[in-house]
C-alpha cells in the first residue's frame, strides 16, 4: 500500500509538470496532427486471407493525410511512415513529441478468431478489463518483441502491472477528455456516415498511446478477418470512406477547440469521476455501478456519461478516484466549469491563476 501512495505522489507530480509546460504553449489551436499508420516492414501487423494490416493502415493514412492537407490548409500533417517501414512503438509518440502535435491518430486494423466479426472500434489509452480489448493489447503491443533492446526499452512497462497502469493513467488524465472526444467523434462518423457496425470508444493499456503527450487516438478501422470487411478495406473505395470519415471527425474535433468560448470571469470548476462511457442508457441503480450508490447520468451527443463524486479540489478528487478504482478500475477524473466540460488541464491552470 505504501508502495503505491508513492507511486501515486510520482504520478500527480509528472501531471503537474505536464501542465507547467503546456502553460507555456498559449496557442490552443489543432495546428500539427500525427498520422500513425500502425506497423510496417518486419512487422505485418494482422494477416488476412488477401492482405496485411500494416498496407491497409498505410493507405488508410496517406489518403486522410491527403483530405486534411487539401481541406485544412492551416494544419500541418506529420507521418510516422510514408512506406513499408518498420518503426518501433517507443518512435512513434517521439516523432509526435518532436512535432509538437497536438493530435495523434494512429491507424489499424483489427482480427479476431470468430470470422462473423466486423466493425469499428476508437481507443484512448486507460485500463483495459474484458478479454475482448486484451486480445487488442496483446497484439497490438507485441510488437516490442520484434524490436531491439526492447527490454531495456519498456523497462517500467508492464501492461499487466496495477501499477504501472496508475502511473499512466494518471499521467494521461490531462488529454484523456480530449481523446475520448475526438475517439466519439471517429465513432459517430463511422456509425453515420460510413455505416459501419459501432464497436465504440474503448479504453486499453495501448504501448503506442502510453507516450503521448497530446490527445491520441488509435482507429482500429475493421476486420480484416472478415472476408467482406477485408475486401472493403482492401477496395480504394472502402479505404476513401473510411479516411473521410476521420477526416470529418478530425474537422469537427477542430472546431471544438479552437471555437471554444472565453473564459468566465467567474469560474465555478468541479471535478467529478466518470465511471462509463456508453451509447446505452443504463439505469443509475447501485446494481449497474459496481455497488457504487450516487451514480449520475449526463447525456452528451449521442453518449451517455455516467458520473460519480463531486469536488471543488483535484487533490479530493483524486482521492476519491483512488477508491473508486478499486471497484472500476478505468474510472478517471473530469472537469466541469460552469456546468461545461472542460479538460483537468484547463481547470487546474484556472485554479492556479
Ligand atoms: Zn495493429
Redesign the pocket.
Known amino acids: 500500500m505504501k508502495k503505491l501512495y508513492k507511486i501515486f505522489f510520482v504520478a500527480i507530480s509528472i501531471l503537474f509538470f505536464n501542465n507547467n509546460i503546456i502553460a507555456q504553449d498559449e496557442n490552443d489551436n489543432v495546428d500539427v496532427i500525427v498520422i500513425d499508420a ?2 510496417g516492414g518486419k512487422d505485418p ?2 494477416i488476412g486471407k488477401k492482405s496485411k ?1 500494416k498496407d491497409i ?1 498505410l493507405a488508410i493514412a496517406l489518403k486522410l493525410g491527403k483530405y486534411i492537407n487539401e481541406n485544412l490548409p492551416d494544419v500541418r500533417v506529420v507521418y510516422t511512415r510514408k512506406t513499408d517501414k518498420f518503426i518501433e512503438l517507443h518512435r512513434r509518440s517521439e516523432i509526435a513529441d518532436e512535432n509538437n502535435a497536438d493530435l495523434f491518430i494512429s491507424i ?3 482480427a479476431s478468431r470468430a470470422k462473423n466479426v466486423t466493425g469499428t472500434s476508437t481507443f484512448v489509452m486507460g485500463l483495459n478489463r474484458s478479454d475482448k480489448q486484451l486480445e487488442v493489447v496483446k ?2 503491443n507485441s510488437v516490442i518483441l520484434i524490436e531491439d533492446n526492447y527490454k531495456k526499452r519498456y523497462d517500467g512497462f508492464d501492461p499487466n502491472s496495477p501499477e504501472t497502469e496508475i502511473i499512466f493513467s494518471l499521467y494521461q488524465n490531462s488529454y484523456l477528455e480530449q481523446s475520448i472526444k475526438i475517439a466519439g467523434l471517429v465513432q459517430d462518423q463511422f456509425e453515420e456516415r460510413a455505416k459501419r457496425v459501432n464497436r465504440d470508444v474503448r479504453q486499453a493499456g495501448l504501448v503506442v498511446l502510453w507516450n503521448c503527450s497530446m490527445p491520441s487516438i488509435l482507429i ?1 478501422t475493421g476486420f480484416i478477418t472478415n472476408p467482406e470487411e477485408e475486401k472493403f478495406l482492401m477496395s480504394e473505395n472502402g479505404q476513401a470512406i473510411i479516411a473521410s470519415s476521420i477526416y470529418r471527425a478530425v474537422k469537427e474535433y477542430k472546431n471544438i477547440v479552437e471555437g471554444k468560448e472565453p473564459v468566465n470571469e467567474k469560474n465555478n470548476i468541479v471535478f467529478k469521476i466518470q465511471i462509463a462511457y456508453s451509447t446505452k442508457d443504463i439505469e443509475t441503480i447501485p446494481e449497474n455501478f459496481e455497488g457504487i450508490k450516487q451514480v449520475e447520468k449526463v447525456k452528451d451527443g449521442r453518449y451517455y456519461r455516467y458520473f460519480t463524486g463531486s469536488a471543488k479540489t483535484y487533490e479530493e478528487i483524486a482521492s476519491l478516484q483512488e477508491k473508486i478504482r478499486k471497484k472500476i478500475p478505468e474510472a478517471y477524473v473530469i472537469a466541469l466549469n460552469n456546468g461545461k466540460f472542460i479538460t483537468v488541464k484547463d481547470a487546474l491552470q484556472l485554479l492556479n491563476n
Open positions: 500502425g506497423h501487423g494482422a494490416e493502415a489499424h486494423v483489427n497484439r497490438e482500429e
